[in-house]
């Protein structure tokens, strides 16, 4: 740690052992406190969170994860598929005042084209023109592409013009490809992951950046993740913040896992600002790690409490015991109750004055 914590007051990148230091470090509160400084250094004492909305228009999924309990087949009697004019219900029955975006993701569906996407989208933007969209992993896009035989890039195109905002960053999970192979042997590859979200970033369409942790993955794939989005932030510059999830197993073919304590979330969290020193925002999902653990996550590193969120299928699925809704009213206790400033923004960080 001694000598990490010398390259970062020299103004020197950490390399990978530096990550894998972080994580064998013994010294949690001097691990906490270097990666509170270096969040400080970017944003104060301020902690962003955003009244969002989710929508999970499917369940019907081409992939088959160890890790997900949403997932369905199309012939379960529990499958499902929105028409366009059910996300718009579903979005009439979630949207309020505050709200400023819509959050959707989905599975991969086998057989539904890019025009359906873009007719949702282009119905959800005129219902509400001043939502900010932000739809489809980079593994939906992907999909999306192959069954309507075009290329990504065309993909991204038309539903950028169809009123897409922004990608959120799932189905990163792990990009080591021994771990991937196990855990989600279907799912396009890290490689093909990132070549996505480059394409994106090439449109100026922002994205963020996931990595899902405590599973069967080591400290040295939650390092060379890292690294890999770091490279890739250095060439584009496109990703908002880096969202490190918890896995949940229960309901999983991985539930016989204990999800990982709170000294190894801290941990992630901390190496996450310290390496990721090209992205701005590192994300503390509430959803994911209940309100205590979120809190903590405050002191090494991250600034982002995520959203209101209103309504979450996926991760509850898995076993989440956290409500599927905070008010924004809330966050800001929960904030504040940590010691910092709560500020409320919109999907782009831009800070919103009620």
Not at 301 to 311: F, I, P, S, Y
């Amino acid at each position: 740690m001694t000598v990490v914590a010398q390259k970062l007051s020299a103004g020197k990148r950490l390399g990978r052992e530096d990550g894998l230091a972080l994580f064998a470090t013994n010294d949690l509160l001097g691990l906490g406190r270097l990666a509170d400084y270096a969040n400080r250094l970017k944003n104060d004492d301020r902690v962003y969170y955003i009244n969002n909305l989710h929508i999970n228009y499917t369940n019907v999924c081409v992939n088959d994860c160890a890790f997900c309990a949403y997932r369905r087949k199309q012939e379960q009697a529990d499958a499902f598929n929105m028409p366009v004019e059910q996300v718009l219900a579903k979005a009439a029955q979630l949207w309020h005042s505050k709200a400023v975006e819509f959050h959707i993701v989905g599975g991969c569906h086998p057989r539904a084209k890019l025009s359906y996407y873009c007719k949702m989208l282009s119905a959800l933007k005129k219902a509400y023109p001043g939502a900010h969209l932000q739809a489809f992993t980079a593994v939906e896009i992907d999909n999306i592409a192959r069954v309507s035989r075009v290329g990504v890039r065309e993909t991204l195109t038309a539903l950028r013009e169809n009123g897409l905002g922004s990608l959120p960053g799932g189905g990163g999970e792990i990009f080591a490809p021994a771990v991937r192979g196990k855990i989600c042997p279907e799912k396009i590859s890290g490689k093909r992951y990132l070549a996505v979200m480059r394409q994106a970033h090439q449109l100026d369409i922002p994205t963020n950046v996931t990595m899902l942790f405590g599973h069967i993955e080591s400290a040295a794939d939650r390092v060379d993740h890292m690294l890999a989005i770091r490279e890739l932030q250095d060439e584009t510059g496109g990703f908002n913040s880096f969202i490190p999830l918890l896995f949940h197993p229960w309901n999983t073919r991985l539930e016989q896992l204990s999800k990982t304590g709170g000294i190894d979330v801290m941990k992630t969290m901390a190496a996450a600002r310290l390496i990721l020193d090209n992205i701005n925002h590192i994300k503390a999902f509430w959803i994911m790690l209940g309100v205590a653990l979120t809190q903590m996550a405050l002191f090494f590193g991250a600034d982002d409490v995520n959203g209101t969120v209103l309504e979450e299928k996926i991760t509850h699925e898995a076993g989440a015991d956290t409500p599927q809704h905070m008010p924004g009213e809330e966050l800001e206790r929960i904030i504040i109750d940590a010691g910092r400033t709560p500020v409320e923004r919109d999907t782009l960080y831009n800070p919103l004055q009620r």
